[in-house]
């Protein structure tokens, strides 16, 4: 395969067996589906919204059952640092919640969408700056591969990458409403890492 390269946000190629090069990934295509969201219309910017929303519910859960629990545990100043994160995570959600409610072509949706972005966008680098550094120089591979694989379980809960043109609307009916979703992405993860645990 390749050389060994430094991940980054986006990165495709990112070895899936560390946690925080994952998660950076996922942060990427947070910030790639609101820019898409943005920029369409119709159906096609419901479609783009409705992978935002299921990217969010996964990603979001997933660090509340891995990430937030590790800080609390193993970063000085941690219990702090998870709290806050917490804190915002839980903002976010009441703003995605009431931003779920509209249809997309609503004329509020799109100042509520931008006000999520700004949260959103102002957690992840509170994560990437509080958390994700730290992280890594916290523990060892065999760690971040446990959970690199706890998230990965909860990726495959609602896969955020589908094939171009496989989407269907049946597809996103099946996976209902974002609180259900995020119960299951929890069971997921939950279950990976006692298999691991
Ligand atoms: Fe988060
Ligand atoms: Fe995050």
Not at 133 to 162: C, F, G
């Amino acid at each position: 395969m390749s050389d060994m390269q430094t991940p980054h946000a986006g990165d495709d190629r990112a070895p899936d067996t560390d946690v925080v090069s994952l998660l950076m990934r996922q942060h990427g295509d947070i910030r790639n589906l609101f820019d898409e969201v943005e920029a369409t219309k119709g159906d096609e910017r419901r479609n783009a919204f409705r992978r935002l929303v299921r990217l969010l519910a996964v990603h979001e859960t997933a660090e509340e059952e891995v990430v937030h629990p590790f800080t609390r545990k193993n970063l000085a100043g941690g219990g702090q640092v998870a709290d806050d994160r917490l804190a915002e995570e839980k903002a976010a959600k009441e703003t995605l919640a009431a931003l779920d409610d509209l249809d997309t072509d609503d004329p509020k949706f799109m100042p509520q969408l931008l006000k999520l972005r700004a949260e959103v966008q102002a957690h992840a680098r509170a994560e990437e700056r509080y958390e994700f550094t730290h992280i890594r120089r916290s523990t060892d591979v065999t760690n971040l591969a446990a959970m690199a694989k706890a998230v990965k379980a909860a990726e495959a809960v609602a896969p955020t990458r589908p094939h171009p043109g496989v989407e269907s609307a049946a597809a996103n009916m099946a996976l209902g409403p974002v609180a259900a979703l995020m119960d299951r992405t929890k069971d997921a993860v939950r279950q990976a890492m006692g298999k691991d645990g």
